[in-house]
């Protein structure tokens, strides 16, 4: 199970860190990502981090502005969002894959069910 923290209603240019809880399985043997989605949108790849986090993948529309972590011991991955722009309005999801990682959606197992983060102008 994966229960995803932390959004909430940010201006531009400020910040807000969101966490993904993991129960239920070995945390240390799943990649992790975060992706995000508008209404009427695909579900897009935002950042991902391998099993022991000395990996990560970012889309070029955050890279440089959001960075991705995870604390294995206490199985909680995060998320942390700089200089934000409302098109990073959207509502962000945390996923695990066992086994792998990556930015493409169907490598993933289990999905958190998403917290809000918009971004006013």
């Known amino acids: 199970q994966l229960q995803a923290s932390g959004g909430g209603l940010v201006q531009a240019g400020g910040s807000l860190r969101l966490s993904c809880e993991f129960s239920?399985?070995?945390?240390?043997?799943?990649?992790m990502g975060w992706f995000r989605q508008t209404p009427g949108k695909d579900r897009d790849f935002v950042a991902a981090?391998?099993?022991?986090?000395?990996?990560?993948n970012y889309a070029d529309t955050v890279k440089g502005r959001f960075a991705i972590s995870r604390d294995n011991a206490k199985k909680i991955m995060y998320l942390q969002m700089n200089d934000l722009k409302p098109e990073d309005t959207a509502l962000y999801y945390c996923?695990?894959?066992?086994?792998?990682?990556?930015?493409?959606?169907?490598?993933?197992?289990?999905w958190g069910q998403g917290t809000q983060v918009t971004v006013s102008s």
């Open positions: 239920g399985r070995t945390f240390s043997r799943y990649g």
């Open positions: 996923a695990a894959a066992s086994g792998r990682w990556g930015s493409r959606i169907n490598a993933y197992d289990y």
């Open positions: 981090i391998t099993m022991g986090g000395t990996n990560t």
